[in-house]
């Protein structure tokens, strides 16, 4: 089955990977702008990630015929200096017109401290004011719950929120209804170890249905899988769910997402 993986990190994946994503049915994958696993030491360097993720990686999967968007923006593991963070944010507007580049992302909290909100309002306002689709980031284990409820708060309070454009992601078994419910779409992060495993992604599917979830492999450079769409598609099958519910989950809803951005212009292969 042909699928989409809308939230993956290729910088840090090998061309191996590529190509067998591809031949698994990998068409288009999204790559949102995070931390690398070092802090940078200038706004220079997150420009020359702006320029790998608008230039070079979207060559490297065109060689193995996969589209490649990005998202762009300061990861909160890198907002905690709220005078660098306004460095970053600056150069962010140039990138934004870029042909490839779907909106803001992953923006959101680590540590949920006063400076990650302050730089977060400022992103969440560039992506309002500038008509951008955001992807949120939300943090790991025991401070998930709390830094989905402190994003869906400062989204609440802004009246230019449209949720339909708007992701919030590495959703779990306690956080996910908190973003359907408000109309929010929902990532859902297939991981080895932490955030979800197909099953549990599974069990959540069969929980609150297909409708407005995105699954994904947020494959970077630690333990992840840049299969692990394709593992979710077994494991529906295993469990005995339609092909057109787990192709809605896998190609049609990043599809939808996606194609909300006004640089989003891809066309299905017939
Ligand atoms: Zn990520």
Not at 33 to 48: E, Q, V
Not at 80 to 89: G, H, K, P, S
Not at 225 to 233: M, S
Request: aromatic share 8%; with cysteine.
């Amino acid at each position: 089955m042909q699928f989409i993986d809308p939230h993956i990190h290729i910088a840090s994946r090998t061309t191996d990977d590529l190509a067998t994503m591809a031949k698994m049915g990998c068409l288009v994958v999204g790559e949102p702008a995070f931390w690398m696993g070092y802090d940078r030491s200038g706004p220079d360097s997150f420009r020359d990630y702006f320029r790998q993720l608008t230039e070079w990686e979207p060559r490297r999967c065109a060689n193995h015929g996969i589209r490649h968007y990005a998202w762009m923006g300061i990861n909160a593991k890198e907002a905690e200096d709220v005078a660098f963070a306004r460095e970053v944010i600056a150069l962010l507007p140039e990138f934004l017109k870029r042909p490839s580049v779907l909106g803001i992302g992953e923006i959101g909290l680590h540590k949920c401290t006063r400076n990650e909100v302050t730089t977060l309002g400022a992103l969440i306002d560039l992506a309002l004011s500038s008509g951008e689709q955001m992807l949120f980031h939300t943090p790991h284990l025991e401070d998930k719950y709390k830094g989905t409820r402190m994003i869906l708060d400062m989204l609440r309070d802004d009246p230019r929120v449209d949720p339909t454009r708007v992701c919030i992601d590495h959703c779990e078994e306690h956080t996910i209804r908190l973003a359907l419910e408000e109309g929010y779409w929902a990532g859902i992060t297939l991981y080895p170890t932490t955030k979800a495993t197909p099953e549990r992604a599974a069990d959540m599917v069969e929980i609150y249905g297909p409708d407005r979830v995105l699954v994904n492999s947020s494959a970077d450079w630690g333990p992840s899988n840049p299969l692990a769409v394709a593992e979710l598609i077994f494991a529906m099958r295993r469990r005995g769910h339609d092909e057109s519910v787990i192709r809605q989950l896998v190609y049609d809803n990043p599809l939808k997402f996606m194609s909300q951005s006004r640089n989003f212009q891809f066309a299905p292969p017939t």
